[in-house]
């Protein structure tokens, strides 16, 4: 019951890891974001974007947590591959709330930007701590 109980924990604190940092630098990026642009971004430019953002944010998650929560091999790379799915959904969520209460909503409140940042911060913390 003990290993089923850390097992648990080692995933939630992976999970909540990533969303934390998700949402900090979604605040971050609401906080310089004053209007629409004029021109529409090229998504692809977005998406490279926000990958260079997870790839600094995991970066520095390195340094806060410089452990891996998850010590099976086969447990990293799940989570490499389901808590970037949760973190995206989880910004969708948060743009869905942003648009109901008639707050601007950026790419990364959306599902496919914040898949891609937090797949970003997961292959970061999933490579540097695999190694």
């Known amino acids: 019951m003990t290993v089923f109980f850390s097992l648990i924990l080692e995933i ?26 004029a021109v529409p971004r090229s998504p692809w430019l977005l998406a490279f974007g926000y990958v260079c953002l997870g790839l600094a944010v995991g970066s520095v998650s390195l340094l ?18 389901l808590t970037p799915v949760v973190s995206g959904a ?10 109901r209460l008639g707050k601007p909503v950026i790419a990364i409140d959306r599902f496919s930007y914040g898949f891609v940042f937090a797949f970003a911060m997961a292959a970061v913390r999933f490579l540097v701590l695999s190694a």
């Open 12 to 37: 939630l604190g992976e999970v909540i890891l990533q969303i934390a940092f998700q949402a900090l630098a979604g605040a971050g990026l609401h906080l310089f974001e004053r209007t629409p642009p």
């Open 64 to 81: 806060f947590f410089p452990h891996p929560f998850l010590h099976s091999k086969t447990l990293r790379v799940a989570n490499l591959i």
């Open 90 to 99: 989880a910004m969708a969520l948060i743009g869905m709330l942003r648009t």
